[in-house]
């Protein structure tokens, strides 16, 4: 989450966002080349070289949620802010997290990586108790985290790290023995994405929240079968028979 209270903006984003592909080893048995250079691989073999992250580390603001400007406070809705966030109304609460829309498709993620076995955590700048468990609550995000599993600047563990994210992750990640691959973290700031870079994967969210680019591609990463999918409809070649079984409100564009 970035590290001042007022988010700034860019002046503008580009149309669409160019990802980093999966690390994906060497080509499948079909003789497609490694996807990481950019080839395709064959939806038949896919499955068995995309890796399928063990754990996703996200931070809170500006990752989960996308900060609205709360008028009567002349500040955003960030997770240090206790005073803020105690005050905020269930409409103001949703619009905080990007409207009904976007926390269907946060739902739709999680879902698919609780489904995958990944195990999920939130480690956050913010405040755990006051701020972020009750707007989880609040929107039908917290039974996707255990709570053992959300860690905030009121977290022991995280202040026995100097509130340094990569630290705890390496811990967490050290009693699990998870090696680098096993794991992805997501966070909007630069400072914390550099510490954790050679302890796990890292996705530096660009923009205000994560986007539908971005979410795709936590997808892509952490669930084989994701990965599988959003290759073969980004290309079009996904299946007719997958088209039929998707129905209309899964069509990839």
């Not at 960030?78 to 829309?101: C, K, Q, S």
């Not at 022991?156 to 096993?182: F, N, Q």
Request: aromatic fraction near 8%.
């Amino acid at each position: 989450e970035s590290e001042r209270s007022t988010p700034t903006r860019s002046a503008a984003r580009p149309a669409r966002l160019e990802l980093p592909r999966p690390r994906l080893g060497p080509a499948p048995p079909c003789g497609f080349a490694d996807p990481s250079a950019g080839a395709l691989a064959c939806a038949k073999c896919w499955g068995a070289v995309a890796p399928m992250k063990r754990g996703v580390f996200f931070d809170f603001d500006s990752t989960l949620t996308t900060p609205i400007k709360i008028a009567r406070f002349n500040r955003y809705a960030v997770a240090d802010r206790p005073e803020i966030f105690g005050n905020m109304t269930a409409e103001e609460i949703v619009a905080n997290f990007g409207g009904l829309p976007r926390l269907a498709r946060l739902r739709s993620l999680l879902t698919a990586l609780r489904e995958a076995s990944c195990e999920l955590f939130i480690v956050s700048i913010g405040f755990r108790d006051p701020c972020i468990l009750p707007h989880l609550r609040a929107v039908g995000l917290l039974d996707f985290f255990p709570l053992e599993n959300i860690y905030g600047q009121d977290s022991r563990e995280l202040r026995s790290y100097e509130c340094v994210k990569g630290r705890l992750i390496a811990t967490l990640m050290a009693a699990r023995s998870w090696s680098h691959e096993d794991a992805l973290f997501i966070d909007d700031s630069e400072k914390h994405i550099r510490a954790a870079a050679d302890i796990c994967e890292v996705l530096h969210v660009a923009g205000q929240g994560l986007s539908d680019s971005e979410l795709d591609h936590i997808q892509a990463l952490s669930c084989s079968g994701g990965v599988r999918d959003l290759v073969l409809a980004e290309t079009g070649t996904l299946a007719s028979g997958d088209r039929e079984a998707a129905g209309p409100e899964d069509t990839y564009n």
